[in-house]
């Protein structure tokens, strides 16, 4: 098996490791680094428990090998929380009881962070289009949606 | 109950309390079982068969165990040689753990390779050659049960055909009567398809054998950590695994829907492998094989018949069922009840004669069945009595929202003794069913649906009136493989008046740290952000069954309540002697004793708490804790009524979900947050087999649909806005008035859905369309009714 060295910034730090060609990039976060937030739910990239964003976009790491994420910004659900504050969506999907079991939480919320980056205001329709890769089998989305929308909320109001 | 009792500050039943498990999920903090690392690990992967039934000529790991990293290859052979290559099903049944000469389903354990990362263990399972023999599977129970049929339980000896059990309950004689004398009769044959929970976390396990302590931890995706502890010792015993010596451990879990109650093969596998090489051995699943081997639920084939008079009075209903349960009856029902509670088919009606009987046939598909979010088969006794109430409807010309108020057992009927032998204990369903047709406009839609008729157009309403049954249950009949389905409580209240409680139930995303902490502050008055609840792990907590069926309000939230109750009772003494008045002079409201006519002299929870390890009255015993194991008088009984309005397009077939109204009624309600979103899940469960979900299979017993590719679950764009409301009918038996919701609406969304797609489409002479109602299937109709547009 081939080794491959790289450098990825995961959260803010750089991260230099030797890996495997074929360690998927789910297994580097959860295995090699003991950052489990991010979850494994299928094996065909449909469910999107392990969304990360890599340079702001939303991307299933099962799908892609580490060394693929070389040189790349990484961000995880480790990395929203910043400075004892928790991200919009965080709190978002606490008030609005955007969760049951807890094990979508990490892909949901990092797959609405770069919808509302991308889109800062989204309708409805457009957060259900937007968070259509990633699967809860608890909350019937309609909590989801409601704690995408604090959000934006919260995100426009403090830029304002 | 009108309003919380408690202040916010106390935070008792009926406040929304935001959830405190929530801050480590929105952190990425939870723990669940494929989190746990232990050093020295090693992780284990499956060979599993490709073919539905076949005999194994060999299985070869030379290949597999030259591989640098793998540790051991684990087949039948080897567990045989410990006596561990079969185990008992919760049904009493047998099941393989690992073969030694024959798979009966596809995606059957063959072996399991043992290695140093997933990787290595995952070219490990390709390097197994075994070496097949297939033979030609049986995959139709119909075609199981026929004279001619191989007999494929050649493991029991005698055994002559595939017939599993037969079961039947109520009077087939009277109700025989009753349909001869019926001016009515209505029939139709109702399937409900295979399908599987597909909780968005698998199923795995870490199993850790210490060999000097000789004690073994295993922390295992179950819902039933208690009962897992007691069957591994019963299993493996005869291996020197003591039950002292077991420790489970159900660390959080993502979603369970009943698919994380059975013992699986890899668990064991993991168990004995790790006692056998004396490491940690992790074994996760992967999503395709969760699909394809864990256990399904529902495949009921069913035939159902309403005899009715001309007025539209139900008279008597007769159910028969083909069930298939595949290659073992895995199923995870109470012991006495091999059809779970199928028997709550008469529903929310008072139908005086009816009898239903069951056959359970093996066949070459994986072993099951679990219940898919509801309480022991009530999803299929719901389906067909919602869908033959409808079938009738049409038949008399009649509404089936006033067909349902005229048969309605009546609120002054509770407790209602139904004709298959339930006591019903509180209802009102004339009222759930008249707030429903308020809050979505019946009248005005079906003069809406009158005049799109006219001009071609599809559209159609939908009612379901549903009773469920769930709590299990009562000692006197149930159980699960001889233990009783009571649950518990352990309460400790520390000095400083704070506390912490344990329970032998086990949240899966419903949220019992916040709602059982809850009920404790409702009865004690220590708020319930000062009370921590843990569950899970059988070295601390107190015996129970687990979570499932919607029972862990109905018994463990009991035990809680009457755990505080004995904790109220010491601190009354102590109180008398803190405050020197009589016992029999001292009151209790919220957080404190007072003394009857001077409210000032008063003692409240933290002082009584303080004074029980500080100043406690000699001759009592010192501190201030209390056991309660809640063993249930009778199941409760959950309803409601639920209204959904579909429009098809004509030409694609294309079912569009315009409105859905849930009307719930669970009794009295401890978090009204976590009841909605609880309903809201158990909707889109109910949307997804009504609509998407079904395992399918060829005649050769291969699965066309195992993995998330093309098995369809509902996304945020399929999934409704459900409009919910509440109505309260307290339970009578029930310390705090409280039933179980959470699986209500799985079991009721089905048939208002199949009712609103068949109401589209029943002047074409359509009268059942069985559930996944696919665009397809709506197609296939048009076609047949020479009605394409």
Known sequence: ????????????????????????????????????????????????????????????????????????????IEGMETEGKLHPLQEGFHQEHGLQCGFCTPGMIMRAAELLDKNPNPTEEEIRWGISGNLCRCTGYVNIIKAVQYAAEKIQKEAT | MNGPKTSVEVGGMGHNIKRKEDARFIR?????????????????????????????KSINTDNAMAIPGVHAVITGEVLEGYNLHWMPTLMSDTQMVLPTDTVMYQSQEVAAVIADDRYIAADGVEAVEVEYEPMQAVVDPFKAMEADAPVLRTD???????????????????????????????????????????????????????????????????????????????????????????????????????????????????????????KPVKWVEDRSENLQADSFARDYHMDVELAASNSGKMEALRIKTVADHGYTDAAAN?????????????????????????????????????????????????????????????????????????????????PYQSALGWEYDSGNYPRALKLAMEKIGYEELRREQKEKRERGELMGIGISSFTEIVGAGPSKDFDILGIKMFDSCELRIHPTGKAIARFGTKSQGQGHETTYAQILAEELGIPSSQIQIEEGDTDTAPYGLGTYASRSTPTAGAAAAKAAHKIREKARKIAAHLLEASEEDLEWEVGKFFVKGSPEQAKTIQEIAFAAYTNHPQGLEPGLEATHYYDPPNMTFPFGSYICVVDIDRKTGEIKIRRFVAIDDCGNIINPMIVEGQIHGGLTQGLAPAMYEELIYDEQGNILNGSFMDYLLPTSV?????????????????????????????????????????????HLGVENIDIPITPFKVWQVFQEKGAAA
Not at chain 2, 28 to 56: C, E, F, N, W
Not at chain 2, 193 to 203: M, N
Not at chain 2, 210 to 238: F, N, Y
Request: aromatic share 8%.
């Open chain 2, 334 to 414: 109470p012991s006495k009840y091999p059809a779970g509670m199928f028997s709550i088919c008469t529903g929310s009606y008072d139908i005086k004669n009816a009898f239903t009987e069951m056959d359970a046939y093996y066949t070459n598909k994986p072993p099951g069945g679990i219940a898919y979010r509801c309480s022991f088969r009530v999803t299929e006794a719901v389906h067909a009595i919602e869908r033959i109430v409808d079938v009738l409807a049409l038949k008399l010309g009649r509404d089936p929202a006033d067909l349902r108020m005229q048969n309605f057992i009546q609120p002054e009927d509770f």
């Open chain 2, 28 to 56: 990425g903090q939870g723990k669940y079982t494929d989190d746990v690392v232990l050093p020295g690990m090693l992780h284990m992967d499956i060979v599993r068969s490709p073919y539905a039934y076949a005999k194994i």
């Open chain 2, 718 to 762: 399929e999934t409704p806005n459900w409009e919910t409301e509440q109505t309260i009918t307290p339970s009578p038996h029930h310390p705090l008035g409280a039933k179980g919701v959470a699986e209500s609406p799985t079991v009721g969304a089905p048939p208002a859905i199949a009712n609103a797609v068949v109401d589209a489409l029943s």
């Open chain 1, 1 to 76: 098996m081939s080794k491959h060295t790289v450098t990825i910034e995961i959260n803010g730090s750089s991260i230099t490791r030797e890996v495997d060609s074929r360690l998927l990039l789910v297994h580097f976060l959860r295995e090699e680094l003991v950052m489990t937030g991010t979850h494994i739910g299928c094996d065909t990239s449909h469910c999107g428990a392990c969304t990360v964003l890599i340079d702001g976009r939303s991307v299933k790491s099962c799908t892609l090998f580490t060394m693929q994420a070389n040189g790349k910004s990484l961000t995880t």
């Open chain 2, 156 to 278: 029991k000896e005698g055994k002559t055909d595939n017939h599993i059990w037969h079961w039947e309950t109520g009077d087939a004689e009277k109700t025989e009567e009753a349909f001869q004398a019926a001016d009515v009769v209505v029939k139709e044959k109702v399937y409900l398809p295979r399908i599987h929970v597909a909780s968005i976390e698998t199923c795995g396990c870490v199993a850790s054998f210490d060999p000097v302590e000789g004690k073994l931890t295993v922390w295992m995706t179950t819902q039933a950590p208690h009962a897992i502890r007691t069957v591994v010792a019963l299993v493996a015993g005869h291996v020197g695994l003591s039950e002292e010596k077991i420790r489970i451990i159900s660390p959080d879990i993502g979603g369970g829907f009943g698919g994380k109650v059975p013992v699986y093969p890899g668990y064991v596998i993991a168990i004995a492998s790790s006692v056998v090489i004396g």
